[in-house]
């Protein structure tokens, strides 16, 4: 049982790292206020929404657990920003999980019509 669970856990990080691997490196830093919204994806993965409209993947050190179920984060800024490898997050589950870094993302395609 032990192997079929490392297996899949395997699997799982060879399809988060393929999907990572298309990812342009982003700033140090986030201006705080300009986080519009954000989406979890992953235990490791939240895709910001920037007020410009870019969006930014912030990419966690290590899985931070019941993050993707709580689908819920808090932050505290310091100077009003912030940064990877010096910031945490926190999940709903109270866990502290640090910023490894942040990756830029492609734009969004327009709506279908709004051309």
Known sequence: ???I???FLAAGM???AAADENLAPGPACVVA???SNYKIESDTRVRLTISEGDDIYMMLKDACPQ???HGYMSYTPLNGRLCAGRDD???RAGVTCRIATFNL???K???PGSR
């Open 1 to 3: 049982m032990k192997a």
């Open 109 to 111: 395609d327009p709506a």
């Open 33 to 35: 206020e300009r986080i």
């Open 14 to 16: 060879a399809v988060s």
């Open 67 to 69: 993050l993707k179920f």
């Open 89 to 91: 997050i926190m999940s």
């Open 105 to 107: 993302t492609h734009p």
């Open 5 to 7: 669970l490392a297996l």
